[in-house]
């Protein structure tokens, strides 16, 4: 399975698939100009069927960039596996979490 950002509009995204080292570099560029034209967006994670290290460092450095270009972002229906994983990578109080 791959990974995907869909549009729902008004500002909401879900992330779906799979977010690994083998699925981030082609989904980068598309993922920040959307989430950038967006003043606050809202990425629903509730099909994110797996991650890794790779994809979490992919997520803290989409959210970096977009809060660079004065997007605020939050995370909604995050699944456990990423909970444990930031949380091991001491990257737990940077997840904007709602």
Do not use: C, H, Y
């Not at 995907?4 to 977010?19: I, P, R, S, Y």
């Not at 560029?29 to 991650?51: F, G, H, M, T, Y």
């Not at 939050?74 to 930031?86: I, Q, R």
Request: aromatic letters at 6%.
């Amino acid at each position: 399975m791959q990974f995907a950002v869909v549009t729902q509009g008004g500002g909401e995204f879900n992330f779906n698939g799979v977010l690994t080292r083998d699925t981030v570099t082609g989904a980068w560029p598309k993922a920040l100009q959307d989430l950038a034209a967006s003043s606050r967006a809202v990425i629903n994670l509730a099909n994110l069927e797996q991650i890794d290290t790779a994809g979490l460092a992919w997520l803290v450095n989409l959210i970096r960039d977009a809060r660079g270009q004065s997007a605020n972002l939050v995370l909604t229906n995050v699944p456990d596996g990423l909970l444990k994983l930031a949380k091991i990578s001491d990257l737990d109080g940077i997840l904007p979490l709602q």
